[in-house]
T-cell receptor
Framework: DVKVTQSSRYLVKRTGEKVFLECVQD?????MFWYRQDPGLGLRLIYF???????EKGDIPEGYSVSREKKERFSLILESASTNQTSMYLC??????????????FGPGTRLTVT | GQQLNQSPQSMFIQEGEDVSMNCTSS?????WLWYKQDPGEGPVLLIA?????ELTSNGRLTAQFGITRKDSFLNISASIPSDVGIYFC???????????FGTGTSLTVIP
């Protein structure tokens, strides 16, 4: 069974704080993704990584950065949290168009509240 | 980013009824995935489809990859209360790394 875990289920942070969200997968996937999910807006891609130390911007990268130092671990960083970053953050890992049977597996999510 | 059109947005059905929902895109996809998400949890992968016309089942769930490659369908037969949740489709084009997601169908099953 594929397992994607996220470091926290719930987080409450103050405006201006630096926030780290960590994701770990155990399936040796090359690709890992960070999304945020908001009511009425669906799932939006923030960043993805296709290899260690490699990253690409998704649709909404502003205000975020990422780090992939090890294959199994992908971190999302909010350099200076703002209230409009209050959201559900979902990490995923899986294949892409170059794979024979690409799939994408999600972690349980981190509900972040910035006050 | 592209968002897929998913319909209906919400459904309220009696336990035991069958359910149908679909997802359409303006682009051609080579992969369609269907997920279920419970409140406060991450989406769980239900079914993956890789060929136009393909029909795949997972228990009471059946999904189809549309012939045009621009749509996909999910059916749930004999619904039960634990089917409640939000169902999402996701599509992946021939090139690129990004899955695009549907807007979700919220399913309520009335016992």
């Amino acid at each position: 069974d594929v397992k994607v875990t996220q470091s926290s289920r719930y987080l409450v942070k103050r405006t201006g704080e630096k926030v780290f969200l960590e994701c770990v997968q155990d399936m040796d996937h090359e690709n890992m993704f960070w999304y945020r999910q908001d009511p009425g807006l669906g799932l939006r891609l923030i960043y993805f990584s296709y290899d260690v130390k490699m990253k690409e911007k998704g649709d909404i990268p502003e205000g975020y950065s990422v780090s992939r130092e090890k294959k199994e671990r992908f971190s999302l960083i909010l350099e200076s949290a703002s209230t409009n970053q209050t959201s559900m953050y979902l990490c995923a890992s899986g294949g892409t168009s170059g794979d024979e049977a690409p799939e994408q597996y999600f972690g349980p999510g981190t509900r972040l509240t910035v006050t | 980013g592209q968002q897929l059109n998913q319909s209906p947005q919400s459904m309220f059905i009696q336990e035991g009824e069958d359910v149908s929902m679909n997802c359409t895109s303006s682009s051609i996809f080579n992969t369609w995935l269907w997920y279920k998400q419970d409140p406060g949890e991450g989406p769980v992968l239900l079914i993956a489809l890789y060929k136009a016309g393909e029909l795949t089942s997972n228990g009471r769930l059946t999904a189809q990859f549309g012939i045009t490659r621009k749509d996909s369908f999910l059916n749930i037969s004999a619904s039960i209360p634990s089917d409640v949740g939000i169902y999402f489709c996701a599509g992946l084009a021939n090139t690129g790394n990004q899955f695009y997601f549907g807007t979700g169908t919220s399913l309520t099953v009335i016992p």
